[in-house]
């Protein structure tokens, strides 16, 4: 049995909505997780810290007695990190601050005419839950990648949650801990899943001593929920949305490899495994016009599966239906089916690599050429991990400084200025039916 499936799509001349049908999907999707995650939600928003230590002991294995990590622990965790990971640490915090100081939105101020001002403002919200998964793997880098995002936007407020750990006395992960310490973090819950969703979507009243007391205001509701998660993790956010912000459906992660005859078939491979390793329903797609970059391709899956780390976790998801090898005419056509695949990883390992990643519409993050790996993005490019999932890049952009912004304008006319657009301003009052507004403005000249 092949280690993952083939899609041929040669001598095919397929529209978008058929390409969209034609690619790998996960057989699990967002509304299939909704009904598992609504009930989660109601418990959480009804019982709060009760709920959160009875779910903890469900999903986790594990019974936290602090809800809230304490400082001391915090402390703790950071005074314990291996130096070669805490240099490690900074060095990604220090990139990823420099790329997202780039996006700073800067304020406008338009004078449409004399004396008629439009100011554009840019304000950040003031509070915001961020979510750092820890079930198959544990994920310190994800702490850098939404923390900073948001620091730099100025955020005053940040709350992370973490799935508590049966080996760490149902605290989260040590080095998630450390992370949130060294980036001066200080508000932080052994909360995991749809639960940690919950928990800031409403807030949360404590239960027991621990939490200050029953009754006592253990979490306050936030106004954005970000970071990525499992599908359960998404399905809640998007349950949430609208209660607060949310940044996209981050959930189960993936990559898709355009590539021609001159990649690398063991680069590929290496790439493909290295999102498979993190789920077995991680989605690994390679889209070629070459049949024998396919077959070496495959061919060293084989041998990379069987001798990295986590294989049985590989072969589950490179042979899951969300993963293939999708054969194509030329790089023309595949292009076509990685903009409607929409990757939340897109690695393009073609001829003139650089362009054609400029033709790319829909990708939560595009890696050009040989040298540029989707794992350079996950830790110290610069650039943000937290990614659009399951072809939300068609709409929705990647983690940044603008998450955690909003846009505020700001209107002042004089008296000259309103008394010169008055009357236009009647017609369009009276054309709607609603001559009060033409009269709010008649009222002042």
């Known amino acids: 049995m092949p280690v993952i499936s083939r899609i041929d799509l040669r001598g095919l001349a397929l529209t978008t909505a058929e390409l969209r049908r034609a690619i790998p999907r996960a057989t699990l999707d967002v509304e299939a997780a909704t009904g598992a995650v609504e009930p989660i939600l109601a418990d959480v928003r009804g019982r709060g810290a009760a709920a959160l230590r009875d779910l903890a002991e469900r999903f986790d294995g594990v019974r936290p007695v602090h809800v809230r990590v304490p400082a001391a622990e915090l ?28 996006q700073l939105p800067t304020a406008t101020t338009t004078e449409v005419a004399p004396g008629a001002q439009v100011r554009q403002r840019w304000v950040p919200v003031r ?34 949650a973490s799935p508590p750990q049966k080996d760490n006395g149902g605290l989260p992960d040590a ?7 060294l980036l001066g973090v200080e508000e932080v819950y052994a909360v995991g899943g749809a639960q940690a969703v919950g928990m800031f ?36 956010k998007r349950a949430v949305r609208g209660i607060v912000g949310i940044d996209s459906e981050a959930g189960t992660t993936e990559i898709a490899i355009l590539a021609d005859s001159g990649a690398d078939p063991d680069h590929v491979a290496a790439d493909l495994i290295s999102q498979a390793e993190h789920d ?37 998801a490179l042979g899951g239906p969300q993963s293939a090898i999708v054969l194509v005419d030329d790089v023309e056509q595949g292009l076509a089916v990685v903009d409607a695949y929409a990757a939340e990883h897109l690695e393009i390992q073609t001829a003139d690599a650089a362009a054609i990643a400029e033709r790319v519409r829909s990708a939560g993050a595009i890696f050009v050429g040989a040298y540029s790996p989707v ?12 990614l659009p999932t399951g072809g939300c890049a068609h709409f929705s952009s990647g983690l940044g400084v603008m998450s955690f912004m909003k846009s505020v304008q700001v209107i002042e006319y004089t ?14 009052a009276n054309a709607e039916g609603l001559p009060a507004h033409g009269e709010a403005a008649q009222a002042r000249l």
């Open 75 to 102: 402390a703790a965790a950071l005074e314990g990190l291996d130096p070669t990971l805490r240099a490690a640490l900074e060095l990604a915090a220090g990139r990823v601050r420099q790329g997202h100081t780039a």
């Open 127 to 160: 509070r915001v839950g961020l979510y750092v998964p820890g079930g198959l793997a544990l994920y310190p880098s994800s702490v850098v990648m939404n923390v900073v995002a948001a620091q730099v936007a100025g955020v005053e407020g940040l709350a992370v």
């Open 175 to 181: 080095t998630v801990l450390a992370a949130c310490a």
């Open 201 to 236: 979507a409403y807030g949360a009243v404590g239960s027991e001593e621990a939490d200050g007391g029953a009754g006592a205001e253990l979490c306050v509701p936030v106004d954005i929920i970000t970071g990525p998660g499992n599908i359960y993790v998404t399905a809640a």
């Open 280 to 316: 077995p329903n991680a989605a690994s797609v390679l889209v070629t016009d070459s049949l024998g970059l396919a077959d070496a391709v495959e061919t060293r899956l084989v041998e990379r599966a069987e001798a990295t780390r986590h294989s049985d976790r590989v072969r589950a």
């Open 375 to 386: 794992s350079l993005g996950d830790y110290v490019a610069g650039s943000n991990h937290i």
């Open 415 to 428: 008296r000259e200025a309103l008394a010169a657009v008055t009357e236009p301003l009647v017609a369009l």
